[in-house]
């Protein structure tokens, strides 16, 4: 009776407290929400497909149009089922439950907030100390929120701002993480699934607490049913992404080779963007790498080196010769921010020859003569302009730039090349370059350089450490330009056709 009384009297002290607050914050004003960080992505050629992200955090804003209906139910049934009435964005009874909570000093009874009050407290980054005066500015901010923005800007805001889990921030970098989807590809069920993680991104995760998760999924499903928004046939639980709940979207596209060609594309895009913009803008970044041809690139060197002796490591670059795009690129899997193989450079051995040859015959590719260190992404260029009759381009990997909002802030205009070689050199240098493998002494390095009509490739075998002589593990010998990186280079140019 005595513990009882004391709650009430201490529950009165803290209304009491609360409304006081409540009246000093009153005339704050609704201070400007400031932009999100959101999450630039690198595309592949197909302008469609994820290749890289750039990011501080994983988060995508987008459109409510652009989010289905039923996914908006859904997570309107789960945080606020009172949130298209008329509550100026603030919750009696919730008020009520995190009064009581504060009282009995318990964390798990919840705050009752409202998605008005979810979206000022994260977007204005508000403390999370459940205090009264945290409360109190909370609820006078929502107030005004709901009296000054419509329900979908609000609506809008929420879902672009709150965590899903997973690393992700909002409803796009969420459909990606959990169904590797858009948001506008999203079904009803496969929505309810997100909007019941935002009350516990951790143990509603199906990777997670897959019982906890389907029993708050059920839940939800039957809350959509009662209130019409569905029909009551929809019961089947989708499956999420195969992917560990603790790694996020943005460390997954930002490890092993895609790591390595991000930090090559973030390189390029130096002239184009700063890193706050490439960072905090959103922006998607088309490049010029051809998805299946990338794949294919990756899938030659693992199976070629599969067996051999650790150490052993290898480079691919494609460029289109009539472009300069890089179709293909291939630097190691050792992720962003770490040695990249394509962009080092090494002993070109015999594959230098046709560039001493063309500086004979009059002009040059590459400048110098000497034997050097070059990296395999000059040496596909080089050879590109073999291929195109002599003319030289810069090779690149970014196509174009487009803001959030759909403006293409950026492209390449294209590149009509300039000759570097005399026209009648060409056809002889042609018959050197055509496919050319070559050799360090030691065997410390070995290459394949070539090219066809639409692809100029160079395969560079070595160590990504110190050096050391190479053996096949297959047949004991030494590993030469015609071995290891010539069938990794015929793999390549066979797949791609």
């Not at 994983?58 to 289905?68: D, I, M, T």
């Not at 964390?107 to 979810?118: E, K, M, N, V």
């Not at 070689?421 to 394949?448: F, I, K, Q």
């Not at 010998?477 to 140019?493: K, M, Q």
Request: charged share 20%; aromatic share 8%.
């Amino acid at each position: 009776m005595i513990i009882r009384w004391a709650v009430r009297i201490a529950g009165g002290v803290l209304i009491g407290a609360l409304v006081l607050a409540v009246a000093g914050f009153s005339a704050v004003e609704l201070p400007p929400f400031p932009d999100q960080p959101q999450t630039s992505t690198a595309v592949f050629a197909d302008g469609r497909h994820p290749l890289a992200l750039f990011a501080t955090e994983n988060r995508q804003r987008v459109p409510l149009a652009r989010v289905p209906r039923s996914v908006q139910d859904a997570v309107v049934t789960a945080e606020d089922a009172g949130f298209w009435d008329d509550h100026d964005g603030v919750s009696l009874s919730g008020i009520g439950r995190a009064v009581l909570g504060l009282v009995r000093r318990d964390a798990g009874s919840g705050g009752g907030s409202t998605i008005t009050q979810q979206y000022v407290r994260n977007a204005l980054d508000l403390t999370r100390e459940r205090s009264y005066a945290r409360k109190a500015k909370e609820l006078v901010l929502a107030g005004k929120l709901a009296r000054t923005a419509s329900k979908t800007e609000i609506l809008e805001g929420y879902l672009n701002t709150i965590y899903f889990g997973r690393g992700a921030f909002g409803i796009q970098a969420a459909a990606q993480a959990y169904f590797g989807l858009d948001v506008d590809e999203l079904t009803a069920a496969q929505g309810a699934v997100l909007a019941a993680v935002i009350k516990d991104p951790t143990n509603f995760d199906p990777r997670i607490r897959p019982d906890s998760a389907r029993g708050r999924w059920r839940y939800l499903i039957d809350r959509m049913v009662e209130n019409g928004y569905l029909s009551p046939g929809t019961r089947r639980f989708p499956a999420t992404v195969e992917r560990r709940a603790s790694a996020s979207a943005r460390a997954a596209l930002r490890s092993g080779w895609r790591g390595v060609l991000g930090g090559r594309i973030e390189r390029e895009l130096a002239g184009v963007l700063t890193e706050q913009q490439l960072y905090t803008g959103g922006y998607t970044i088309t490049t010029t790498i051809d998805r299946a041809e990338q794949r294919r690139a990756a899938r030659a060197v693992a199976t070629r080196l599969r067996g051999q002796d650790t150490r052993l490591t290898a480079a691919l670059v494609a460029v289109e010769p009539s472009t300069g795009r890089v179709t293909a690129y291939y630097g190691g899997e050792a992720g962003y921010g770490y040695l990249d193989l394509a962009d080092t450079p090494r002993l070109a051995a015999e594959t230098y020859w046709p560039y001493v040859l063309a500086a004979k015959l009059g002009g040059s590719p590459v400048p110098g003569t000497d034997l050097p260190t070059i990296s395999p992404l000059d040496q596909a260029s080089g050879y590109a302009t073999f291929a195109d009759d002599g003319h030289a381009r810069e090779p690149y990997f970014v196509q174009r730039v487009t803001a959030s909002d759909g403006t293409v802030v950026w492209e390449r205009p294209p590149s009509p090349g300039y000759r570097v070689l005399p026209a009648e050199a060409t056809d002889v240098l042609a018959a050197h370059a055509a496919a050319r493998p070559g050799t360090s002494d030691g065997n410390t390095n070995a290459w394949m350089c070539g090219f066809t009509p639409e692809r100029a490739v160079a395969v560079w075998v070595g160590s990504s450490g110190d050096d050391f002589p190479m053996r096949d593990a297959r047949t004991g010998e030494r590993v030469t330009g015609d071995g290891i990186p010539a069938e990794i280079w015929a793999d390549h140019l066979d797949a791609a056709g």
